[in-house]
């Protein structure tokens, strides 16, 4: 029993070494003009080109040939994800984007889409 009790010690112990010897998540540098608390849409696929929007807060209107987007937002509960309505001439998308880094997904080539709307939520679903 007590050679039990021993091994099972020892195996929790190696467990919480892994655990604590895990990396965490690290953050994406800031992008360019997209500072931290920031959602910003760029002209080109994998967040280049031309910065074509930036907001801290929430937004709607009509931004065309949206190559693709980050959420460079802060840790905030309640609303630190995106939640972005984007569509092409035939069909509207919204998806919800964590903020930088992760743990999900927090930036997204949406190639030449139409951004219309950018909602700042909780948790995504």
């Given at each position: ?112 889409a139409t951004i219309g709307k950018v ?7």
């Amino acid at each position: 029993m007590r050679k039990r009790v021993v091994s099972t010690l020892a195996g929790a112990a190696a467990f919480a070494g892994v655990i604590a010897t895990a990396p965490a998540a690290t953050a994406e540098p800031n992008l360019p003009d997209c500072p931290k608390g920031y959602f910003c849409a760029y002209s080109e696929p994998d967040q280049r080109g031309t910065l074509l929007m930036r907001t801290a807060g929430d937004w709607s209107g009509e931004i065309h040939s949206v190559g693709s987007v980050f959420n460079n937002g802060y840790v905030f509960p309640g609303a630190d994800h995106v939640e972005l309505t984007y569509g092409y001439t035939t069909f509207t998308r919204v998806i919800c984007l964590h903020y930088n880094p992760g743990p999900g997904e927090y930036k997204a080539n949406i190639i030449y889409a139409t951004i219309g709307k950018v909602t700042w939520r909780g948790e995504c679903s």
